[in-house]
């Protein structure tokens, strides 16, 4: 090769290391951004008489892990959070990164720590994801119990005028439908929701409930122009992809979620959490 292509071919080679460069910075910027608060209210057919409506905060997929997600990054987003005044805070569970290429990892105390600081007049609840399982759920559970989080493994609990069930991960065959909605019967008459961290659960519930609030699926996290979403890690494709959805009569909100999970980086899909109002019907 002459000097003068193998001047034209560096050039060409630089210029495309850097728009890799750039493309990379991009995504890491986005993963990054400032979650987007999404609003929406749920009308309840069997709200108790005289009881205020309730603001519920879902929250998923924090994936405490460098560059996007130290645990001082995740303490900040809540205290942010608080400012909103839930009245019950849901977490969907994936607080383990798993992340390939992460500048640091942190212990499963770490991971959890952050959530003392968040605030809920009425507590917060988590359920445990997919990547809790292939880490150490057990440590995790305990860091969260130990900042005061209620953990819920196919169980239930009352909350207000709201009985809350909690199934475990689908994704790693943990999820006992039967075992949660025997535990929300036990707790007596009342509107049900459901806090899951895989959204595939939905199909398979026996029972509708006024609204199921699920992560995992990241809404994609990494969606091109023009191709969309490289995946959503669901045996359902795109069905329960993100955000407020009803599903054959069952309402379901799921969250693109705060951390990332795999790769550190964002694009067309930014970190969200979902507000929501259940109320009375008018």
């Not at 603001?55 to 900040?76: C, F, K, N, Q, Y």
């Not at 943990?174 to 459901?194: E, Q």
Request: hydrophobic share 45%; aromatic share 8%; glycine share 10%.
């Amino acid at each position: 090769m002459s000097a003068k292509p193998r001047r034209r071919w560096l050039r060409w080679a630089a210029l495309l290391f850097l728009l890799g460069l750039l493309l990379i910075g991009r995504g890491l910027w986005n993963a990054g951004a400032d979650p987007i608060v999404r609003t929406a209210s749920v009308a309840v057919a069997d709200w108790p008489a005289g009881e205020p409506p309730m603001r519920v905060l879902l929250i998923s997929d924090t994936h405490v892990a460098g560059p996007d997600m130290p645990p001082e990054r995740l303490r900040a987003i809540l205290r942010r959070f608080n400012a909103l005044k839930p009245d019950l805070l849901l977490v969907a569970g994936d607080f383990h990164s798993g992340k390939y290429f992460a500048t640091r990892h942190y212990s499963a105390s770490e991971q959890t720590a952050p959530f003392g600081e968040a605030r809920a007049r009425l507590g917060v609840i988590a359920v445990i994801g997919n990547h809790d399982h292939w880490a150490d759920a057990k440590a995790i559970e305990a860091g969260l119990r130990a900042r005061g989080v209620t953990v819920l493994n196919n169980g239930a609990v009352r909350r207000g005028p709201l009985i809350v069930g909690g199934v475990d991960d689908w994704f790693t065959e943990h999820a006992d439908l039967p075992a949660t909605y025997a535990a929300m019967d036990a707790l007596g008459a009342g509107p049900r929701i459901l806090v899951i961290h895989s959204p595939d659960v939905v199909p398979d519930l026996p029972a509708p409930v006024a609204a199921v609030f699920a992560g995992h699926t990241h809404c994609g996290q990494i969606a091109p122009p023009l191709i969309g979403a490289l995946t959503y890690s669901s045996a359902y494709g795109d069905r329960f992809a993100c955000g407020d959805m009803t599903d054959k009569g069952q309402r379901l909100f799921v969250g693109a979620g705060l951390g990332t999970s795999i790769l550190p980086l964002r694009y067309g899909v930014p970190p969200d959490v979902w507000l929501v109002t259940l109320g009375p019907r008018r």
